[in-house]
């Protein structure tokens, strides 16, 4: 059981890091959800340890982008089941869409990832069951110029973390600390 503050810091920190660069790590599929309280599973593929910043990548026609452009409060729930551990993390968002980093993660995907982005829209109506890919992309690696035209529907999700709440599960007592910037104290579960 972790005991002091800055165990909790760096623990947080660790888990995040670990979810970004690890598909088995239980912090790689957080919820995350806007601030009208739509709530999705995403891929965590980032964390900035220096400024607590989270990145996930997202489609820019996708709804929660109009959401968080005029709401940028957002959460992130992560549950390690394993470990009995809740972390709660609240801060806000934001849409990039140009720019070297994003460029820079858009070079570093490969055309069947990128492919995501050539399709439909997320959310757009379908008479039938479909991936909103392209027919000749379904199972299929398109090659660099056909990616050409995905590239203006990917964008990055940052979520820069103001408070982390962690909650520890425990049959001899559960415990709860609250990191609010550089500020901890623990509560009460």
């Not at 888990?15 to 690890?22: P, S």
């Not at 912090?27 to 965590?44: E, G, I, K, Q, Y």
């Not at 990145?55 to 729930?77: Q, W, Y």
């Not at 993660?105 to 997320?122: I, K």
Request: hydrophobic residues 40%; charged residues 25%.
């Amino acid at each position: 059981m972790l005991s002091t503050l800055d165990a909790i810091r760096n623990d947080i920190a660790e888990r995040l890091a670990d979810g970004a660069t690890n598909r088995r790590s239980a912090s790689h599929t957080p919820v995350v959800a806007t601030a009208n309280a739509d709530a999705r599973v995403m891929v965590l593929r980032g964390f900035d340890p220096e400024s607590w910043t989270l990145r996930f990548h997202t489609d820019a026609r996708s709804p929660k982008v109009a959401v968080i452009e005029s709401d940028r409060r957002i959460g992130v729930l992560v549950y390690d089941k394993q470990a009995k551990l809740q972390l709660r993390l609240r801060g806000t968002a934001r849409i990039v869409t140009t720019g070297s980093e994003v460029e820079s993660v858009w070079s570093q995907s490969d055309n069947f990832a990128r492919r995501c982005y050539l399709g439909s829209g997320p959310g757009e109506h379908s008479g039938q069951p479909t991936s909103g890919l392209p027919s000749e992309f379904e199972g299929a690696e398109p090659t660099d110029e056909e990616v050409v035209p995905a590239r203006q529907n990917f964008a990055l999700l940052l979520v820069q973390i103001e408070e982390a709440d962690w909650f520890s599960l425990a049959h001899t007592g559960h415990r709860r600390a609250l990191l609010i910037g550089d500020k901890g104290r623990w509560i009460s579960p």
